[in-house]
C-alpha cells in the first residue's frame, strides 16, 4: 500500500456504460486537477483494472448491461480484500431500496444523475480524504509492528547470547578456549534435526545446550581442576553439579530458559536409569538432556583431558554404540553413527586451541 501525498494523486476508476457521463466525470475531475483518471463502459473489466491499478476510489453505475453495479460490487469486495477502497455508485434511481441495496453492498455514498459539479467534488474529496486517514493508519500500524518486531528480536538476542556466554563462563572453570561450548551447541541442534524436531526446537536446544556445565562454577577448583582421576568423594561432589546449574537458571518460565533447566539438570542421567542426580530412565528423561548425553560424551572422550589422553573418533564411536540402550537412547545412537562425518567435522571446525 502506497501513502497519498495529496487529493490529486489519487487513482480514481469511472464506471459508467453511458461514454457521455464518463467524458463529463474526467472533465469535472481534470477541471479540478485530479492526475490519475481511469474509465471504462464494460462493466466486466472493473475486477481486472483493479488489480492492475489499485485504484483508491471507484465511481460505479448501478443499471449497466453484462454485470449491475451491485454485482461489480460484489467481485470488488473479494478483490479488495482487507483494504479501504470507497465506491461512489452513480445512479438516476432515487428510491430507498436503490440506496439500501448500494449500501449494504458496500457502497459509500452516491452521486445522482444529472451530476453537479461541485457535488460531484466535495463527495469525492471527502471520501479521499476518509482514503487517505485510512492508508495513513494502516502504514503507521506496519512501521510500529516492524518496529516492535525489530526490538523483540533485539531483545531476544541479547538474551541469547547473555545464556551462550554464562555457558562459556561456565566452561572456562576447566577448558581454556570454551570450544566445548561451541561442539555442543552444534552437536546437540544437529542430533535434534535428525531426530525429527523442527527448526524452533533445534535453535532453542543450540543456545539451551551451552549451559549444560554451568554448575561447575560451584564446584572447588581443588576439585575440577584436579590433575588426576578423582576420589570416590571428590566424584559426589563433581556430581553436584547438574543441581547447581539448574539452581543458577533458575525457574523462569520461558521455553528457553525451561529447556536449559532440563539439560543441566538431567544430562547426566542415563538410559537404563543408573545416571544421577535423579536416576531417570529411558523417556522420563527429557530429549534434550538424552541428546546432549551423546554428544557431551562424544566430545568428552575426543578431548585430552589433564589426566587422559584424546580417544580416537573410532574408539569414542565404539564406546558409544555399546553404551546404547545403558547409558544412552539407542535411537539416538544410531542416527548419531549414520551421521557421523557431520559431527566430526564439527569437531575440526570448532577444535581446541593448542
Known sequence: M??????????????????????????????????????????????????????????????MPWLSGFEVMALLDEAIGEDYVPVIVLTAQTDTETRRRALD?????????????????????????????YTRQVLRAETLEKEVCQRTEEIRQTQLEIVRRLGVAGEFR??????????????????????GQDSDYTTMLFYASTMH?????????????????????????????????????????????????????????KWDG???PHGLAGEEIPLCARIVAVCDVFDALTSQRPYK???????????????????????????????LDQFVTIRQRFADED
Open 309 to 339: 589422553e584424546a580417544w580416537s573418533v573410532e574408539d569414542a564411536v565404539a564406546e558409544i554404540q555399546q553404551q546404547a540402550g545403558h547409558h544412552f537412547d539407542p535411537q539416538l545412537v544410531v542416527l548419531f553413527v549414520a551421521h
Open 213 to 269: 556445565d554451568v554448575g561447575k562454577i560451584g564446584i572447588p577448583d581443588a576439585i575440577l581442576l584436579k590433575p588426576a582421576r578423582l576420589t570416590e568423594e571428590e566424584r559426589l561432589e563433581i556430581n553436584r553439579h547438574p543441581v547447581i546449574g539448574s539452581q543458577i537458571i533458575g525457574d523462569h518460565p520461558s521455553e528457553l530458559m525451561t529447556m536449559a533447566w532440563e539439560t543441566t539438570r538431567f544430562h547426566h542421567e
Open 105 to 133: 453492498a458496500g457502497a459509500k455514498d452516491f452521486l445522482t444523475k444529472p451530476f453537479e459539479a461541485w457535488e460531484v467534488l466535495l463527495r469525492i474529496r471527502n471520501c479521499l480524504e476518509t482514503r487517505m486517514y
Open 174 to 195: 576447566d577448558n581454556e578456549t570454551g570450544a566445548h561450548v561451541e561442539r555442543i551447541s552444534h552437536f546437540s541442534s544437529l542430533l535434534a534435526r535428525l531426530h
Open 2 to 63: 502506497t501513502p497519498l501525498m495529496s487529493i490529486s494523486e489519487s487513482k480514481i476508476l469511472i464506471v459508467d456504460d453511458n461514454p457521455a457521463n464518463v467524458a463529463l466525470l474526467e472533465a469535472i475531475l481534470e477541471e479540478d486537477d485530479y492526475l490519475h483518471l481511469f474509465s471504462t463502459t464494460d462493466p466486466r473489466e472493473v475486477v481486472t483494472l483493479y488489480h492492475e491499478h489499485q485504484f483508491d476510489l471507484i465511481l460505479l453505475d448501478i443499471r
Open 274 to 276: 543408573s545416571g544421577y
